[in-house]
């Protein structure tokens, strides 16, 4: 069951794979697409998202096989990766298989604590609906502090779907409760050169993890921090795709 993908940028450019987070989608990566136009991008829905299957198994390996199938299918052999939250853990896993040129992190969401991933994992079970797409937005709006209002118009346009009489976003919930688990496992050090970018007013990259990375890659690790919240390149996109096209070149 082949993933849903989202292509853009040039055909013949080199490839940048590109996985999204948590209630998330491929399409959220436009801006960094727009940005970046001269590289090939492919950004996938994740299982469990989108336009995708959402049959489990959600496991990281289960995620990690289905990237590798997207590369398969594409004709790629390597890649570099740009990867936003649980996207993040997904791709420190795959630069395990040999695929990975080099690895973007946008804020990434690994080796989280368990108390807090049960708390989110309980949150995310109940539903979550709404009587208009207006309302759908607003709270969107509200979630995404910062981000400009055409991306959030672009995400209800791209991710909002009707479900009888209410409105949902176009996630499987039972997915997403078993990625919260998946975070709380304990954390990898990718062996690729490596960029992460943490979002200063979230919560997500640890001191310990960094250090870790710090330990294993030495100058093949850049940290850049953003003053921003967890949607890192959505609420600056400008300044992040600079950071990209520094260090993917």
């Known amino acids: ?121 309980e949150d995310t079970r109940r539903d979550e609906v709404w009587t208009t797409p207006d309302d759908a937005r607003a709270a969107k709006a509200g979630d995404w502090a910062g981000v400009d209002g055409a991306l959030v118009d672009a995400e209800v346009e791209a991710h909002l779907e009707a479900s009888g009489d209410k409105w949902r976003w176009r996630y499987s919930r039972a997915s997403v409760v078993a990625a919260w688990s998946e975070m709380a496992r304990p954390a990898v050090v990718p062996g690729v050169p490596m960029l992460i970018i943490p979002a200063t007013r979230a919560d997500f990259v640890s001191d310990d993890w960094l250090a870790a990375c710090r330990a294993e890659l030495g100058e093949e690790l850049t940290v850049s921090p953003m003053d921003t919240g967890h949607m890192v390149y959505l609420e600056r996109p400008d300044e992040v795709a600079a950071l990209l096209k520094e260090f993917l070149g």
């Open 1 to 121: 069951m082949p993933l849903h993908v989202h292509r853009g940028g040039a055909p013949d450019g080199a490839p940048v794979l590109a996985l999204h987070g948590v209630t998330g989608h491929g399409a959220r990566f436009r801006p960094l697409v727009d940005a970046l136009g001269h590289r090939r991008w492919i950004a996938p829905d994740l299982r469990g998202h989108g336009h995708s299957p959402w049959t489990p198994p959600w496991s990281l390996e289960q995620h990690v096989a289905d990237a590798v199938e997207v590369l398969d299918r594409e004709g790629i052999e390597r890649a570099d990766v740009v990867a936003h939250s649980f996207g993040g853990a997904i791709a420190a896993h795959l630069a395990g298989t040999g695929r990975v040129r080099r690895l973007v992190l946008l804020d990434p969401a690994l080796g989280l604590d368990p108390h807090d991933m049960l708390d989110r994992a």
